[in-house]
């Protein structure tokens, strides 16, 4: 509880994004529940670029998709940018993805059939979007992620880290308040892994996007401004990274890790 | 497998193939489903063949287009079915690839499909033949009624039906079975797990090429309509194959390339600004255009042949009764035999039939057309003469020319005379030639003639005054006196029984309104029911094939909607998208069918002396509404799926 307090006072100046109070999820039915998250209480502000690491079943996915109004919580209270999605219709539920909301999924989730541009400008093909600013929007945003010069290809002809840049482009697309991020390197190669973060990263910085990335990566997570670490639905501990070099931020992490690990083997 | 355990290994694969039919009945349901239905429609065919009654009412050629209805269905079953078991294979790709994975040999695989085939064949036949066995008499009731036999009908069980049913899908099962161990031996594991994924990659067409393909196949079809119109001449029999021939490849490039090209370029003008709606049935159609060209092509030119066969039958039944009368304005006639003429008005009477028994004189006499009216037709005939004023007296509706004018009669050949300019000049040779104008080409017979003679009407004046100069008291041009009979509606049948005694024969042609009514309500009410159930096996199976391959579909874009609705995009969005490529998939095909069936009863309305606009759209218009029911089921099916991905 001592860490959430301190993140309270140190970030008040920024504009909250996503307050999440008490959120528990149970899966299964009566006789056979199985709680996932155990009541998470998570502040996300404005221009942060938020890691959550854990071990496999520590809940990463299931408070990601909670978070990202793909999957509803059993109890607790979720506002993005003030708004109450635990509140929400689904129909209302999917018009707030639509416009506030940006995915970056494990395996890029681009569909076939449409080129690069094609894809990145789907988000906004239902909204009030004009076509010229849908345009220089597009035109933007694939400078920032450099991939200009692949708008006509089709995924098939392209490689998988032009492929995840595809993926953040059109998740950038309609300037979502808040882009969340599902193991977005789990495909990669570590090359193209580390380019993507850094993109990432000062895309965050630059354009001041706030980023909630899920990943049991300790060099994805090292890119963050701060990493959350969940253990058996309940968030462990956090770090910041502050004023550290990314390597020192990196070996924190990995010291947290060491515990959290050791800890679940040999405790059970 | 070591030869002790042999014995162990197939009853394992035996329970095998029971657990993995109870757990995957969904994938089963698409291929038993055809099979079944195939079974039902082939088996109460054969019911209907074998039926006694049946046997009894049809001749000859009743027998015949049962046979060849037959073999028909056959065909098309077996296209069906080889095609249903074709998506079923690939839907189950990847489970055949797993037991090979768990190391079954390819042999163990094959025998486990080949059981399981058996077991869902038999199990097909069963239900086939029982389901058969209640909807046939349905169906022979229909049959019996529109043949119009109206005694008790009771359907008995037909063992040779169920023989001949066996012995059928015996040779279709062999051929899936042959399918299926193909399936087995060919394809590599690999291959296996990945075919869920296939799909060709949308290419850059050619644009150069890819213009005049797309053109030519526009410009075949407009020639191949516009051949149609004008077929009627020497060279009929080139150009039916010249239309067929021209519609057909028309009609692949038109799936193979027209619409890609036309598509891509809609596609090019977004510049990348898609929209939902187009992402969900432009995109993905150009995708798969290639490999379905073939399919539709096929699906369209069935359709288009079912709907002119149903259309023109349904046109021939429909027009029976105004044909019948056009050959025969009376109820029967006699010619130059006024004593038969007495001896029937006695028994008509004695038998308290009443009737109007109507003289109307006539003369032949050759004539010469100003020129040679049509391909089919001699300048110079024989024509018979008659007064439109006598006509009117025999009750008959008919308009009085003007001097020198007269109106053309002659049913077997009125509609060859479509394309020709009226008026037109009839010349009778004399000593001094007589010339008529012909101011009209009726589609009706003024006279129950025996022999396919021409008639033409002029009026009282013009008539005697044709009398005075070119009949004779004998020889040719002798003038005849037929005696016409019109009967009320009730004693038709009875009437008709006393004509047809051998004391009024006269001509080896004795025929009279009401049983030559009867007998082509007969045959074209065979006519119209074979045509409607091959027409609605055709229907069904082309229906279920777009189905299918839609579901298969649904399924290999199920990651697109899932990622759509994390997108944001709601279930309603998406269907709105999914709803315009249905509408493409079932509605161009149905389209284009209709379009060439259209042409194809226009090109064959020379058969027909009686209009049928009438019967022909409500042939097209029952065909289009039924298999709007497939496009419907296809769209929930979307739906389902669609609604369950997140």
């Given at each position: 509880?001592?860490?959430?307090?301190?993140?309270?006072?140190?970030?008040?100046?920024?504009?909250?994004?996503?307050?999440?109070?008490?959120?528990?999820?149970?899966?299964?039915?009566?006789?056979?529940?199985?709680?996932?998250?155990?009541?998470?209480?998570?502040?996300?502000?404005?221009?942060?670029?938020?890691?959550?690491?854990?071990?496999?079943?520590?809940?990463?996915?299931?408070l990601l998709n909670v978070l990202a109004t793909i999957d509803r919580a059993t109890e607790g209270t979720i506002l993005i940018d003030g708004a109450d999605i635990s509140k929400m219709k689904d129909a209302e539920l999917s018009a707030f993805r639509r416009n506030q909301l940006g995915f970056i999924f494990q395996d890029y989730n681009l569909l076939d059939t449409l080129t690069v541009k094609e894809n990145i400008l789907l988000p906004v093909s239902l909204g009030k979007m004009k076509k010229q600013a849908a345009e220089a929007q597009f035109q933007s945003i694939a400078k920032i992620l450099d991939i200009e010069a692949l708008a006509d290809k089709y995924p098939h002809e392209i490689s998988g880290g032009q492929k995840q840049r595809t993926s953040a482009a059109r998740a950038l697309i309609n300037q979502p308040s808040l882009v969340f991020a599902d193991e977005p390197t789990g495909a990669l190669d570590s090359k193209s892994a580390s380019s993507l973060l850094g993109t990432m990263a000062d895309v965050n910085k630059q354009q001041g996007v706030t980023i909630m990335m899920v990943t049991h990566d300790p060099l994805a997570s090292s890119y963050c401004s701060r990493v959350v670490f969940l253990k058996d639905g309940n968030v462990y501990s956090e770090l910041y990274k502050g004023d550290k070099t990314r390597q020192a931020f990196f070996q924190e992490i990995l010291n947290v890790q060491a515990v959290l690990g050791g800890d679940s083997v040999d405790a059970l | 497998m070591c030869r002790l355990c042999s014995g162990v290994t197939a009853l394992t694969l035996f329970d095998l193939v029971k657990r993995s039919m109870r757990k995957n009945i969904k994938h089963y349901y698409l291929y038993f489903f055809a099979l079944i239905l195939s079974v039902?429609?082939?088996?109460?065919?054969?019911?209907l063949q074998h039926d006694a009654a049946v046997a009894e009412q049809g001749t000859g050629t009743m027998g015949t287009a049962f046979q060849v209805a037959g073999i028909l269905l056959i065909v098309i079953a077996g296209i069906f079915i080889v095609y249903?078991?074709?998506?079923?294979?690939?839907?189950?790709?990847?489970?055949?690839?797993?037991?090979?994975?768990?190391g079954l040999t390819k042999r163990a695989v094959a025998r486990l499909l080949i059981l399981e085939n058996m077991l869902l064949g038999i199990m097909a036949l069963i239900v086939g033949i029982a389901v058969g066995m209640l909807v046939s008499r349905v169906f022979l009731l229909l049959l019996m009624?529109?043949?119009?036999?109206?005694?008790?009908?009771?359907?008995?069980?037909?063992?040779?039906?169920?023989?001949?049913?066996?012995?059928?899908?015996?040779?279709?099962?062999?051929?899936?079975t042959i399918q299926m161990v193909f399936t087995v031996y060919r394809n590599s594991l690999l291959s296996l797990f990945n075919s869920e994924k296939q799909g060709q990659h949308p290419r850059k067409p050619k644009t150069a090429v890819s213009a005049i393909l797309a053109l030519l196949g526009i410009g075949l079809i407009a020639f191949g309509y516009w051949l149609s119109g004008r077929m009627l001449n020497a060279m009929i029999f080139f150009n039916m194959l010249a239309v067929l021939a021209t519609v057909i490849l028309g009609t692949y490039l038109i799936f193979r390339v027209t619409i890609s090209w036309l598509l891509y370029r809609i596609r090019r003008n977004k510049n990348g600004h898609l929209g939902l709606e187009n992402s969900l049935s432009l995109a993905p159609l150009m995708h798969r255009m290639k490999s379905n060209a073939n399919s539709l092509t096929i699906i369209t030119v069935l359709s288009a042949m079912t709907l002119t066969m149903t259309a023109a039958a349904y046109s021939m039944y429909y027009s029976t009764e105004r044909e019948t009368q056009a050959i025969m304005p009376f109820d029967f006639m006699f010619e130059n035999e006024a004593g038969l003429a007495d001896e029937i008005s006695e028994e008509l009477d004695v038998n308290g039939i009443s009737y109007q028994r109507e003289a109307v004189e006539t003369f032949v006499v050759p004539a010469e057309f100003e020129e040679k009216p049509a391909p089919f037709l001699e300048q110079a005939t024989d024509i018979a003469v008659l007064s439109s004023e006598q006509l009117q007296q025999a009750g008959l509706d008919v308009d009085v020319p003007a001097n020198g004018e007269a109106s053309f009669h002659d049913v077997s050949v009125s509609t060859l005379f479509n394309s020709v300019d009226l008026p037109f000049d009839l010349t009778f040779q004399d000593e001094v030639p007589t010339t008529l104008s012909i101011m009209e080409i009726a589609p009706y017979n003024v006279l129950?003639?025996?022999?396919?003679?021409?008639?033409?009407?002029?009026?009282?004046?013009?008539?005697?005054?044709?009398?005075?100069?070119l009949a004779s008291e004998t020889g040719d041009a002798a003038l005849q006196q037929m005696d016409g009979f019109h009967i009320a509606e009730e004693d038709m049948a009875a009437a008709s029984a006393i004509y047809q005694q051998d004391k009024y024969k006269t001509s080896s042609l004795h025929v009279d309104y009401y049983s030559s009514y009867e007998e082509s309500v007969q045959s074209n009410g065979l006519l119209i029911f074979i045509a409607g159930f091959l027409g609605l096996v055709f229907l069904i199976s082309t229906g279920s094939i777009l189905y299918f391959k839609?579901?298969?579909?649904?399924?290999?874009?199920?990651?697109?909607?899932?990622?759509?609705?994390?997108?944001?995009?709601?279930?309603?969005d998406i269907m709105r998208g999914i709803i315009r490529k249905q509408a493409f998939v079932f509605g161009l095909p149905l389209a284009i069918g209709l379009a060439h069936s259209i042409f194809a009863i226009q090109a064959a309305s020379f058969l027909f002396r009686t209009d049928i606009l009438f019967p022909a759209s409500v042939a097209m218009g029952v065909y289009a509404l039924i298999y709007l029911v497939f496009a419907v089921l296809a769209v929930g099916y979307y739906k389902k799926t669609v609604k369950a991905t997140l």
């Open positions: 509880m001592t860490t959430q307090n301190k993140t309270i006072t140190q970030k008040t100046s920024k504009q909250t994004v996503l307050q999440a109070h008490n959120v528990r999820k149970s899966f299964g039915a009566r006789g056979n529940v199985q709680q996932v998250l155990k009541g998470i209480d998570l502040r996300v502000a404005e221009g942060e670029f938020v890691g959550i690491m854990g071990a496999s079943g520590a809940g990463k996915t299931t | 039902v429609l082939y088996f109460v065919f054969a019911t249903a078991n074709a998506i079923f294979l690939k839907r189950r790709s990847r489970e055949i690839g797993l037991y090979q994975l768990i009624k529109l043949i119009g036999y109206e005694a008790f009908i009771e359907v008995s069980f037909s063992t040779a039906a169920v023989i001949q049913t066996f012995f059928v899908f015996l040779a279709i099962f062999v051929l899936t129950n003639w025996s022999f396919f003679t021409s008639q033409i009407v002029v009026n009282e004046e013009t008539y005697q005054s044709l009398k005075a100069q839609q579901m298969t579909e649904a399924e290999q874009e199920k990651q697109s909607y899932a990622t759509l609705r994390q997108l944001g995009f709601t279930v309603k």
